[in-house]
């Protein structure tokens, strides 16, 4: 049975992930993940491990996203047991000001640990194509998902 305090837990890794980045802080990041998790990036690139992803969001923080915050907009929970949930959201990195349509779908698996904690055992970011979308649902509105007709 989910609870809310079990709803309120895995928001709070996400609201977490997105202190950590703002912060810049890869190790902070890291930690709101499993020992092996894995984290596939919207450009098709593959982590394994805390250790990688770790490494991974140091350097960007330091070259590619330096100074860029994360936006992050949860569209569902599932709770597919008592210790593992599955969130689906809209993100992007941005400078300046909060992008009000976010270009990345993303999906999170959470797991609860025997330490009391949950952190995200994987993670996958794909980037959204809206012309495509667009042009598909006009040829083919069968194509258009129920939570936006």
Do not use: C
Not at 45 to 62: C, E, W
């Amino acid at each position: 049975m989910t609870t809310t305090h079990d709803v309120a837990a895995v928001t709070s890794v996400l609201n977490e992930l997105v202190a950590a980045w703002e912060r810049h802080d890869a190790e902070a990041y890291g930690e709101l993940f499993t020992e092996d998790a894995t984290y596939i990036t919207f450009v098709g690139t593959f982590y394994q491990g805390r250790q990688d992803i770790v490494d991974s969001h140091r350097t960007l923080f330091a070259g590619f996203l330096k100074g860029s915050k994360l936006a992050d907009e949860v569209l569902g929970i599932r709770f597919l047991g008592p210790d593992v949930a599955v969130v689906n959201g809209r993100g992007d990195t941005y400078k300046g000001k909060r992008p009000q349509k976010l270009a990345k779908i993303q999906t999170y698996t959470l797991v609860h640990q025997d330490d009391g904690k949950w952190r995200i055992a994987a993670f996958h970011n794909t980037k959204r194509r809206p012309l495509m979308e667009s042009i598909s649902h006009r040829f083919a509105p069968g194509l258009i998902p129920a939570a936006e007709k």
